[in-house]
């Protein structure tokens, strides 16, 4: 197997990966707040995730991959009050749209997806366990961790303790760098919010204590992979770590991946720029999901990815000439022939898997990944321009075959064409055996102009559509 390395945020440096139980992986992926659609920001982790997940399945592990699912918090719990509806009833909504656009976008659903809400009991016991210790406290009704009880902290952001005010508190689920203070673990039941009775009291859990939780209950007290954006790693992530190892005395995560941000034309996506998207929004103006696919794929997870419709019509037109090469290769027909040059295309399938596979396995170079690929098909089309030759054609669709478990951009319904289109095509072969070169010219104008583009190899003319 080749070797995986990752540029550890925990450490900055490039590291093999070396799993704690051999030849399985647990990962966790940070999942939705689930309190609207999500944007295409959100889906650029997501895609990330879902790029790591395949390429450690792709290498032969066996993943147990856990996603939460954070259905309360300061803004799910304000988006039902708003909306006049219970919390439940009102989560339930975008958990299920969520799900849908997973499935859209070819996102490998993960082994589980729990809810915060299901798992009040596990922060409980956890919050319990930092009471005891001495690293959590009590004040005005609520619960805190105590940062100062952990001398590692800002160990994943970096932050100097030495800045952090002993004692100062914050509530809100999300803060700034300029807030670094002790952080609600479990926040006291107030008017109009959803609460639960337990023995720490009635109350609610805070945002941060939810994924240590779930995290520990199904990958255990130290796992492999913990990954999320790059605005996750602080204040989330650092708290994550600091409740975590100070109720269990272990590492957390030995390895944490964050990618960077998604920019839509050079500037923050926000509302009142009006370049917000989300998934609906793009299919409604006319794109291919695969095409939305690629383009969050393929820029490298920790360079800021900009986002223009520019770059989506350009994602839009590679994976339509992917899709065109990989029909193209399954309607060849073998050619026969006794020429020494007509051999399988064992050595090039060969070293095109090996190079995907290695260069996927630095720390998922993307883009050196899909230069292999272009590379194959470059080479894969100049074959089969003279004829493919017995065994090749099987050997392409079984290299487009193993790569499409780690990138699903591949269209394998078949596309049609109209019956009367075809009749055309039937009828311009014929003109070119008959040299009538005039009328094969009007018919391949003719369909150039509904959209139809010809491509004359040996077996005859192959057909693709321009949009």
């Avoid at 670094?180 to 023995?199: I, Q, Y």
């Avoid at 223009?308 to 193209?328: H, P």
């Amino acid at each position: 197997m080749t070797p995986f390395f990752i540029k550890n945020t925990l450490t900055r440096r490039r590291e093999e990966f070396v799993p704690l139980t051999p030849g399985n992986v647990g990962l966790y992926t940070c999942g939705p707040t689930v309190y609207n659609l999500a944007t295409i920001g959100n889906f650029r982790a997501y895609i990330f995730e879902d790029l790591l997940h395949r390429l450690l399945e792709f290498k032969g592990y066996a993943v147990n991959r856990v996603m939460n699912i954070t259905d309360v918090d300061d803004k799910t719990i304000a988006g039902a009050r708003r909306e006049g509806k219970p919390l439940r009833e009102y989560t339930d909504r975008y958990i299920a749209e969520f799900l849908k656009d997973m499935e859209t976008l070819r996102i490998k659903k993960p082994g589980l997806l729990p809810r915060a809400t299901d798992h009040i009991p596990e922060m409980v016991v956890l919050i319990e366990k930092l009471l005891a210790t001495g690293h959590a406290y009590r004040k005005d009704g609520a619960i805190y961790f105590k940062i100062a009880s952990f001398p590692a902290y800002g160990g994943l952001s970096h932050l100097d303790m030495a800045t952090i005010k002993p004692g100062a508190r914050v509530d809100a689920d999300e803060y700034t760098k300029e807030d670094v203070r002790d952080f609600a673990l479990w926040k006291e039941e107030r008017e109009d919010e959803d609460s639960w009775e337990t023995p720490l009291g009635r109350g609610r859990p805070g945002w941060h204590i939810e994924c240590s939780a779930m995290s520990m209950k199904y990958l255990g007290e130290s796992f492999d992979i913990h990954t999320g954006g790059v605005d996750n790693i602080f204040p989330h992530h650092e708290n994550e770590i600091a409740q975590s190892e100070a109720a269990t005395g272990k590492p957390f995560v030995r390895y944490w991946m964050h990618c960077a941000h998604l920019l839509v034309d050079g500037e923050k996506m926000a509302k009142s720029k009006g370049n917000f998207y989300t998934l609906r929004d793009l299919i409604e103006k006319g794109y291919d999901p695969a095409a939305v696919r690629y383009l969050l794929l393929t820029t490298h997870y920790r360079d800021p990815l900009n986002f223009t419709e520019t770059s989506l019509q350009q994602a839009g037109n590679t994976v339509r000439n992917y899709n065109d090469f990989y029909r193209r290769i399954e309607a060849a027909k073998p050619v026969a022939s006794d020429r020494p040059a007509d051999t399988p295309f064992s050595a090039t399938t060969r070293k095109a898997i090996e190079t995907f596979e290695k260069e996927l396995s630095d720390d998922l170079n993307i883009s050196a990944a899909m230069g292999a690929v272009f590379d194959f098909i470059r080479e894969a089309n100049i074959l089969a321009s003279r004829g493919l030759p017995a065994g090749a054609r099987e050997e392409i669709l079984g290299f487009l075959g193993k790569i499409e478990n780690v990138l699903q951009i591949l269209d394998r319904g078949e596309e049609t064409i109209a019956e009367e289109d075809l009749a055309l095509i039937r009828e311009r072969d014929e003109a070119r055996k008959t040299k009538n070169f005039k009328r094969s010219d009007e018919i391949r104008d003719l369909l150039k102009a509904k959209g139809i583009l010809l491509e004359d190899t040996p077996q005859g003319a192959h057909w693709k559509k321009t949009a």
